[in-house]
């Protein structure tokens, strides 16, 4: 079963607005992943957020990690046609072995 | 770098048949991961090795699906015999460091999988 839930499970919005979508997880973890899908593509690494960090930031992302409530968002500011893509958080439970386990994803359209 | 390079990119089978999918990982990467996506779904972790060894194969169904990494770096995965649910894309990703979830996986451009 998937560990991580996303909401919502899409979201279309106007290219230069943000983008929000959540994550929530069941168990205790390590740290937190998000990955981005574009059609057709293998999945691509954006941000790691440590249990131990609330906030993270790499260039128009920016993730929040709430422990206490399990849950994650991730926020693409001014959005871009090129943002458009299929968007995962990933957790790893502290008793896997290093495994991840990803949510069933939110689907992102930004419209030019 | 060159990434992880995965074969063929697309295959159709019918059930009952067997299929195996080849994945060579990005070079000093010691774990190689397989992953099952169904569409709308998110990836669902099949097999996990590091060098050549298995971590966790957990949620392989072994009736059915092989995977080995032998020398510790490719690895195929078979399908013997194909169901109509296994119609998904196979991805195949690796990363550097063992023994750890610190890690970024790096994906594969993935098999698409469909079984008439």
């Known amino acids: 079963s998937q560990q991580g839930e996303e909401d919502p499970q899409a979201l279309s919005i106007q290219e230069g607005e943000n983008a929000t979508m959540n994550c929530s997880y069941k168990?205790?973890?390590?740290?937190l992943q998000w990955y981005r899908q574009n059609s057709g593509r293998g999945l691509v690494h954006l941000i790691l957020i440590r249990s131990n960090e609330r906030e993270k930031h790499s260039g128009r992302l920016r993730v929040t990690l709430d422990t206490s409530k399990k849950s994650s968002s991730l926020l693409i500011t001014a959005s871009r046609a090129a943002d458009t893509a299929s968007y995962f958080c990933a957790t790893d439970a502290r008793d896997s072995s290093y495994k991840l386990i990803f949510g069933s994803g939110t689907r992102l359209l930004v419209r030019p | 770098e060159a990434g992880v390079a995965q074969s063929p990119r697309y295959k159709i089978i019918e059930k009952r048949q067997s299929v195996a999918f080849w994945c060579n990982p990005i070079s000093g990467h010691a774990t190689l991961y397989w992953y099952q996506q169904i569409l709308g779904q998110g990836p669902k972790l099949l097999i996990q090795f590091q060098n050549n060894g298995v971590v966790d194969d957990s949620q392989l169904p072994k009736d059915r699906f092989s995977a080995e990494r032998l020398k510790g770096v490719d690895s195929t995965l078979k399908i013997q015999p194909a169901k109509l649910e296994d119609s998904a894309v196979y991805l195949c990703?690796?990363?550097?460091?063992?023994?750890?979830?610190?890690?970024?996986?790096?994906f594969g451009p993935g098999t698409r999988l469909t079984v008439l």
């Open positions: 168990t205790s973890i390590n740290n």
């Open positions: 990703a690796s990363s550097l460091v063992m023994f750890s979830s610190y890690n970024e996986q790096f």
